[in-house]
């Protein structure tokens, strides 16, 4: 009896061709991604090669203006600085704070009261004895409407005084004392702003906070260069 010839036994058809092409196309996505990558390091290096100068610019720009800003009158400079209280006033400046400390002085008033009022001129007219006020320069008006008439250091209107006293920088510190004396009799307990808001009827209580730090600076100065005479000369 004649055998069949075995059966051949057959395998699953090879994956070596497929395997090698996903290998293939999987590596060839991992170096475009790779070069992807290296294009941006390169473009992010670039651009920082670019910026990174005026970058630097700027900040040495920024910093020479606020060297420049601390010495101009009513810049932001601090006391706690390195430069001198005096350096960012005129000697005009300076010579009308030494005579509103001296009409203080002359009137027996604290060395709190002669400060508060520099501090008032200086939120005023920066310690200026301007002759003319806020409506020529703002147009501002008066509750009822009318112009003002606000004049000299601590640009006081018509109901102050003569035009000639309020333009006389030691009578307008007289006057300016004598009504926060009048106006303010409790001033010990209250903050220097709140004494100049009270003496000068402004319209915002908090106008002169950042002029108190300046005048106290300022005042010293002006002792230690013996720049205030004494009352009785």
């Known amino acids: ?26 590596s060839a996505r991992r170096a475009a991604a790779a070069r992807r990558a290296r294009a941006r390091r390169r473009a992010w290096r670039r651009t920082a090669i670019i910026a990174l100068p005026t970058i630097a610019l700027a900040l040495v720009i920024a910093g020479v203006i606020g060297v420049f800003a601390s010495f101009v009158p009513g810049g932001a400079w ?14 005009e400046q300076r010579d009308n704070a030494a005579i509103i400390v001296s009409a203080g002085r002359d009137l027996g008033l604290s060395a709190r009261d002669q400060t508060i009022a520099v501090m008032t001129a200086m939120g005023e007219s920066s310690l200026r004895n ?3 006020g806020d409506w020529e320069t703002s ?3 008066n509750p009822d409407g009318t112009r003002t008439t606000s004049i000299g250091l601590f640009q006081q209107q018509d109901g102050w005084g003569t035009r000639d006293e309020r333009l006389d920088p030691y009578t307008a510190a007289v006057l300016f004392y004598r009504a926060m004396v009048a106006r303010v009799p409790d001033r010990d ?5 709140e004494v100049a808001h009270r003496t000068q009827i402004n319209r915002d209580p908090d106008h002169y906070a950042p002029y108190w730090p300046r005048a106290v600076a300022l005042i010293a ?3 230690a260069d013996d720049s205030v005479p004494d009352s009785d000369g």
């Not at 307990?189 to 702003?193: H, V």
Request: without cysteine; positive net charge; proline residues 11%.
């Open 1 to 26: 009896m004649a055998r069949s010839a075995p059966a051949r036994s057959r395998r699953p058809p090879s994956r070596t061709r497929g395997s090698a092409a996903a290998r293939r196309t999987a």
């Open 78 to 91: 601090s006391p706690k600085g390195d430069a001198p209280a005096s350096a960012e006033y005129t000697q």
């Open 130 to 132: 301007l002759d003319y």
């Open 139 to 141: 147009g501002v008006t």
């Open 189 to 193: 307990g209250l903050e220097p702003t």
């Open 221 to 223: 100065a002006l002792d």
